[in-house]
């Protein structure tokens, strides 16, 4: 078997073991953020950082219907020169959180994306959303790592593949989104 049929072999199987309830649960708590008109956070490091852009601009731009609200995102991920100024300046475990503070209210919905589970930046900023009165939800693999008991609601990959649990984050990015059209 060669590189391309086994990986292609392998996604499959990891996508099959998703829980699909809570993915059904996730996109109602997305879908309870947008009917508030509270504001949705995205955060995360590296490709999750890149998957928390992508999943932000898709949950702005195709989820418009008319008669009903517009999804208010935000990827903490996106303001390049405050996420420097907070790393040089004081500590890159406080990236997230330090953008948190001004911006998000009780009730507003924070999602981490980290593929370990354990990235100190998501962590803390998690923490900072629950003693705050926000819901968290966290994407992760692996075994779910910290995050996946410091989230209102987790969803695990179930593979020790960071590639894999990335395309999977992608993926369900776009299930979030169209679950949202039938609500």
């Known amino acids: 078997m060669n590189v391309i049929s086994t990986y292609l072999q392998e ?3 990891v ?4 829980p699909q ?20 956070f995205l955060m995360g490091n590296g490709g999750s950082g890149s998957t928390a852009s ?20 935000i990827a903490l991920t996106d303001n390049m020169p405050i996420i420097l100024a907070i790393a040089n300046d004081w500590d890159y475990s406080r990236i997230f959180v330090e953008q948190l503070i001004p911006l998000a209210r009780p009730g507003d919905l924070l999602v981490g994306l980290s593929g370990s589970g354990n990235s100190p930046n998501v962590l803390k900023a998690m923490d900072w959303a629950r003693e705050n009165g ?9 075994d779910g790592g910290q995050l996946k ?13 960071m590639a894999q649990i990335e395309d999977v984050h992608l993926m369900l990015g776009h299930i979030i989104y169209l679950g949202l059209l039938e609500r």
């Open 11 to 13: 996604v499959t199987q």
């Open 15 to 18: 996508i099959q073991q998703l």
């Open 21 to 40: 309830d809570t993915i059904e649960a996730i996109i109602d708590a997305f879908a309870q953020a947008r009917d508030e008109g509270r504001t949705i």
């Open 54 to 73: 992508h999943m932000a601009n898709d949950l702005i731009k195709n989820t418009i219907q008319p008669g009903k609200p517009r999804l208010r995102v």
């Open 134 to 142: 926000l819901r968290t939800i966290g994407l992760t693999g692996r």
């Open 149 to 161: 008991d410091k989230a209102d609601l987790s969803l695990i990959v179930p593979t020790q593949s």
